[in-house]
């Protein structure tokens, strides 16, 4: 399994909103994707201009292939990539499953 954590910050106050817009519409796009175990997208309460995503990808190979298809080329890169900068970490789970690394 790969896990993925990305930190996004919106780059202007009024990028939040087409952000956050965006960023749901790529939800069932990112999910219907070949190997693509979870995805989900947060908005801060305390920071409405940062946003995190949560992605479960059962191999890295799968997640580096979701790069070229719908989810990132129509929405992510036209319409948030220009809008945020980002921290993306690839992490692991504490305490979780073997195999879950």
């Known amino acids: 399994m790969f896990h993925l954590i ?3 910050s919106a780059k202007a106050p009024a990028d939040v909103e087409p952000i956050a817009e965006a960023l749901v519409r790529m939800r069932p ?3 219907a ?3 693509c175990v979870r995805w989900e997208a947060y908005q801060s ?3 409405p201009g940062r946003f995190v995503l949560v992605e479960h990808w059962q ?5 580096e292939a979701h790069g070229e298809l719908p989810a ?5 890169m036209p319409e948030v990539f220009p ?3 980002r921290e993306v970490h690839p992490s692991h789970l504490l305490g979780g ?3 879950n690394r």
Do not use: F, K
């Not at 191999?59 to 997640?63: A, G, K, P, S, V």
């Not at 990132?72 to 992510?76: H, K, R």
């Open 6 to 8: 990305v930190i996004l």
């Open 29 to 31: 796009l990112c999910l």
């Open 33 to 35: 994707e070949p190997g």
């Open 45 to 47: 309460d305390a920071e």
């Open 59 to 63: 191999t890295q190979e799968l997640w």
């Open 72 to 76: 990132i080329q129509t929405i992510y």
């Open 83 to 85: 809008r945020v900068t």
């Open 97 to 99: 499953a073997p195999g």
